[in-house]
């Protein structure tokens, strides 16, 4: 079936210009990820959605990156006012909801490399 | 909090060899750990997962062992293929948290 589809697979532009990216999950999967990756670096988290929950919002570096998940599905991470510093590449990954306090592992998209100019 | 690391950055291995991949976490409340292998320009794919209620669990040529007494996990990977040439991850959950700390990766060559 299909994977968890990022797009646009890569985003250039400039300084101070706010950019969407998007990200399909997985059908039926309702556990959403987003994760920021840098040139030889670790994922670090940035937003967790969990089916209605509030979302963990523990992962954003400030207050010009958001994201929302509309009707349980598609995800949109925002970055207003973008800097040189967000150059990097975003994850998203879904998964299935936990039972029983059992965690399921994650899937990921191939990302969005994002360059600021 | 949650850290995740590996030994080493890079491990160069000729085909045919087994591989062994370290990774160390310092959080002894974790009880959940899953290996990521990520080749260039794709996402982290999942190889496999393990609980700290097992210390062992194995997969299509692959082994996960898990030492929680000295907080250390490896990933074995058995008759290593050009193919399994990529960056590594182990990555590391606890308290009933569903979000994995991960480490920086290891990038594992295979030389044919």
């Known amino acids: 079936g299909a994977g968890v589809s990022q797009s646009p697979s890569n985003k250039v532009t400039e300084k101070g210009k706010d950019v969407e990216l998007r990200c399909d999950p997985i059908?039926?999967?309702?556990?959403l990820y987003w994760y920021r990756q840098s040139l030889g670096q670790g994922l670090e988290f940035l937003i967790y959605?969990?089916?209605?929950?509030?979302?963990?919002k523990s992962g954003l570096p400030s207050d010009r990156f958001s994201a929302e998940r509309t009707g349980g599905s598609v995800s949109t991470l925002t970055i207003q006012r973008t800097q040189q510093e967000d150059s990097a590449v975003y994850l998203c990954a879904s998964s299935l909801a936990p039972w029983g306090g059992v965690r399921q592992p994650q899937h990921f998209g191939d990302g969005t490399r994002l360059s600021i100019l | 909090g949650e850290s995740v690391g590996l030994h080493l950055p890079t491990l160069s291995v000729q085909e045919g060899d087994n591989s062994i991949i370290n990774c160390a976490y310092s959080?002894?409340?974790?009880?959940?750990f899953i290996w990521y292998k990520q080749e260039s320009g794709k996402g982290p794919q999942f190889i496999i997962d393990i609980r700290s209620n097992m210390d062992k669990r194995q997969g299509q040529r692959v082994t996960v062992l898990l030492n929680k007494t000295v907080k250390h996990l490896s990933l074995q990977i058995a008759a290593t293929q050009p193919g399994d040439s990529a960056v590594y991850f182990c990555a590391g959950a606890s308290g009933g948290s569903y979000i994995p700390t991960f480490g920086r990766g290891t990038s594992l060559i295979v030389h044919p």
């Open positions: 959605f969990q089916g209605n929950s509030a979302p963990d």
């Open positions: 059908s039926g999967h309702t556990a």
């Open positions: 959080n002894s409340a974790s009880d959940y």
